[in-house]
Nanobody, 123 residues
Framework: QVQLVESGGGLVQAGESLRLSCALS????????MGWFRQVAGKEREFVAA????????SYADSARGRFTVSRDDAKNTVFLQMNSLNHDDTAVYYC????????????????WGPGTQVTVSS
């Protein structure tokens, strides 16, 4: 029943910013941990950031900490990923996921996934 759809991906130059959004439908958003992952072709899906239900806790990969910010708006059933100071290594397909465990930093911690949105950073 749960559906996730990412948006906001695109092409940017190094040093620029981008904000991704992920909208959940089907219910359960306010009680779900929401995570962001990214994946490059031929590589495993990599954890980026996550936010707990109620927004009381967040977690970040080392590569994201200090540059990326995850937030959520329960009224809109939406989670965001603000990405600043982007570089070429941030190029990937970004996926939104939801689950009901915490902490949640692994693929198997999540139950539902969006189809992904492409982020490409050029320089």
């Amino acid at each position: 029943q749960v559906q996730l759809v990412e948006s906001g991906g695109g092409l940017v130059q190094a040093g620029e910013s981008l904000r991704l959004s992920c909208a959940l439908s089907g219910g359960g958003f306010s009680t779900a941990a929401m995570g962001w992952f990214r994946q490059v072709a031929g590589k495993e899906r990599e954890f980026v950031a996550a936010i707990k239900w109620t927004g009381e806790s967040t977690s970040y990969a080392d590569s994201a900490r200090g540059r990326f910010t995850v937030s959520r708006d329960d009224a809109k059933n939406t989670v965001f990923l603000q990405m600043n100071s982007l570089n070429h290594d941030d190029t990937a397909v970004y996926y939104c996921a939801c689950g009901w465990v915490w902490p949640a930093k692994k693929v198997n911690d999540y139950d539902y996934w969006g189809p992904g949105t492409q982020v490409t950073v050029s320089s």
